[in-house]
């Protein structure tokens, strides 16, 4: 699912280079600037780093040198840094945070130890800073043009377009080199940096000002590493996995602190009425293997009143359509027709409708549909011949065509591959529940109310390991024009779940970080339950 960069490691090229330049380069020094620099067993490469780093004439210049055995400490303490040692390895980004905290400065401009970048090609993010901004960021946003988006970039997109900075694309402080104002620093704590995906959230939240005033390809130059690659017992990567994981941390907080944590109208019906109208269905309705069930309102499609004609006398499909009561027309035609129907009298999502007539389906396998979308007879059978050859699976809209570049995509399919990854090892990547159809197994539904969310059901079912195929491909023009921000609403939904049933990190590894030397304290969330129940009056026809 994930899509690697195959880079050329610059770093043994390098070495056979004439010696970096030493004249220092101009930049205004009423400002103190600090770099930091985390590092383990860099001998390598750390004094052609230090190097360029001591042309800008830094205020501070801190190493943290942390599990390295080899002479990296020894280099950076002769060309002049201030080391600080830990003896055993700190975990990804935690000698960011630990080196933040051991200075003070007006710019705090970060950088790795594998990766030497000439002096004139940090000024940009430098002078930035000097010029008012608080994050000044390293574009990769070429990266936004690569076929078949890998999801760390998606995560990035996508955590900036629910945070209303759709202009950062994918730039985000992950990325080397970046650099801090003290402002923000403080206000963020430096100790968050051992997430940088999650410091980046933090920032937006707490400013504005945040540019990427320079593009350095540092994923040319990054060094290949053991944890880059899946081990046998893997399928993905635990370097991946961390980034995932941090992705997923980064989601959960900008969920909490934004109020759309669990936010949810719940729908619930009255018990004995609805084993009334269960009894009362099950006399005129002939048991089928495979149940229609239709969400259906006042945005329903010409084809819809077609497809019920034809599949009226089907022997393999029950229909059942769920009809708001508003649709006055549409509820004289099936009464004039004679097809049973169900009807809701409140306002109410295609999910509802989906839970409602789960409880009334008889079928074996129930295909979910909304009738704002063309549906053909080819495409029903499409579904259930998956259905057959594929019997313990759900079978989903496939709409995987979609999956091309971020610049390209819809972010509610770039969301819906961040959803799929709670599970890397299925196939998925922007198929699922979040647009239907999709078929699911009548025994798969222990939870008929987690179809009122229906990707919170596809999280559930994820993490179950459930087989997930792809069925035909419906067309989706219609929901992503008029309702596209309740499609990313919907997935936001799906994330909570998952935070719920796993954790903040979706289970995700945290790679062996040290993050006990640096404890913080997140702002405080908005995690308070805001699920509003509504207890919904439904009818059945009254010609049945």
């Known amino acids: ?129 000097e010029m008012g901004d608080d994050v000044s960021i390293n574009s990769i946003d070429w990266v936004t043009y690569y076929q078949k988006a890998d999801s760390i970039s998606a995560g990035r997109y996508f955590l900036n377009y629910i945070q209303n900075r759709s202009d950062l ?56 590493r053991k944890n880059h690659f899946a081990k046998p017992d893997e399928i993905i990567s635990t370097g991946l996995q961390r980034m995932q994981g941090d992705t997923y941390e980064a989601l959960h907080y900008v969920l909490t602190r934004s109020g759309r944590y ?32 239709i969400h259906i309102d006042e945005t329903f499609c010409s084809s819809t009143k077609q497809l019920i004609q034809v599949l009226m006398a089907n022997e393999t499909v029950e229909l059942v359509p769920v009809v708001s009561s508003e649709s006055t027309s549409f509820i004289a035609w099936l009464e004039e027709i004679k097809q049973p129907h169900l009807l809701y009298q409140l306002k109410q999502g295609e999910g509802a409708s989906y839970h409602l ?75 699922g529940f979040v647009l239907p159809p999709f078929l699911v197994p009548a025994k798969l539904l222990v939870e008929k109310q987690l179809l009122q969310a229906p990707v919170k059901l596809q999280v559930e079912l994820l993490l179950k390991n459930q087989l997930f195929v792809t069925g035909p491909s419906v067309d989706v023009t219609y929901p992503l024009s008029t309702g596209k921000q309740q499609s990313v609403e919907a997935l936001l939904a799906g994330f909570s779940y998952l935070f719920d049933q796993t954790n903040e990190r979706g289970s995700f590894t945290d790679e062996g970080r040290r993050r006990e030397l640096i404890p913080f304290t997140l702002p405080e969330a908005c995690i308070e339950e805001t699920r509003e129940l509504i207890v919904q009056r439904v009818e059945i026809n009254q010609s049945l």
């Open 1 to 129: 699912m994930i899509q690697k960069f195959s880079r050329q490691n610059q770093n043994q090229q390098r070495r056979s280079r004439k010696p970096l330049e030493s004249k220092k380069v101009a930049r205004d020094k009423r400002f103190t600037l600090a770099v930091i620099i985390p590092a383990m067993n860099e001998s390598d490469t750390i004094g052609g780093v230090i190097d360029e780093i001591n042309r800008l004439d830094p205020n501070y210049l801190v190493v943290v040198d942390n599990g390295s055995t080899d002479q990296t400490a020894a280099i950076a303490t002769n060309k002049g840094a201030n080391v600080v040692h830990y003896p055993y390895p700190l975990g990804n980004d935690v000698g960011r945070a630990l080196g933040a905290i051991e200075v003070e400065a007006d710019i705090y401009l970060f950088t790795d130890a594998d990766i030497a970048i000439k002096a004139e090609a940090y000024l940009p993010f430098i002078k930035a800073i």
């Open 169 to 224: 694309r994918a730039e985000n402080v992950l990325t080397i080199p970046h650099a801090l104002s003290q402002s923000i620093i403080k206000r963020i704590s430096a100790a968050v940096l051992v997430n940088p995906v999650l410091a980046n959230s933090i920032a937006l939240e707490q400013t504005e000002k945040v540019s990427s005033p320079g593009a350095i390809d540092v994923l040319r130059m990054n060094k290949v």
């Open 262 to 293: 669990r936010q949810q109208a719940l729908i619930e019906h009255d018990e004995e009425e609805i084993k009334r109208i269960k009894a009362q269905w099950d006399k005129v309705c002939t048991k089928k293997p495979v149940s229609l069930v």
């Open 357 to 431: 007539g789960s409880i009334i389906a008889q079928g074996d396998n129930l295909l979910f549909h909304n009738a704002n979308q063309e549906l053909s007879l080819h495409q029903v059978a499409r579904f259930i011949e998956q259905a057959s050859l594929n019997p313990n699976a759900c079978v989903v809209n496939n709409q995987e065509h979609q999956y091309t570049t971020l610049d390209e995509m819809n972010n509610v399919f770039i969301g819906n591959q961040l959803i799929n990854m709670a599970n890397s090892g299925q196939k998925l990547i922007t198929s």
